[in-house]
Nanobody
């Protein structure tokens, strides 16, 4: 199995910054990508950003339009860890942020998405 653990959420004032971390561990044979999604009550979960993470990959990234220019996703492939640097936060960024890892385990022939428990980010004055 693959475990995904997030950290770094909290309360921040509008215009402030937070950095989220997400680490994948367990019986990982190949880790292809990791990403951040967010969800508010009553709305669908939406992609925030994702990144190719496999060692030797380009580290290409993808961002939601709402966060382009404010959020930056980065990786440490050796540690199977990704970071989400969030700057100039707005009240509408308030949500539960969840991390996923697209990985293949040693006992599986296909990769799957594995999810963390999520971390709350609240932007409020």
């Amino acid at each position: 199995q693959v475990q995904v653990v997030e950290s770094g959420g909290g309360l921040v004032q509008p215009g402030g910054s937070l950095r989220l971390s997400c680490a994948a561990s367990g019986s990982i044979f190949n880790l292809y990508s990791m990403g951040w999604h967010r969800q508010v009550p009553g709305k669908q979960r939406e992609l925030v950003a994702n990144i190719n993470i496999g060692i030797g990959t380009s580290g290409s990234t993808n961002y939601a339009e709402a966060v382009k220019g404010r959020f930056t996703i980065s990786r440490d492939s050796a540690k199977n860890t990704v970071y989400l640097q969030m700057n100039n936060l707005k009240p509408e960024d308030t949500a539960v942020y969840s991390c996923n890892a697209f990985a293949r385990t040693r006992s599986s022939t296909s990769p799957f998405y594995y999810w963390g428990q999520g971390t709350q980010v609240t932007v409020s004055s």
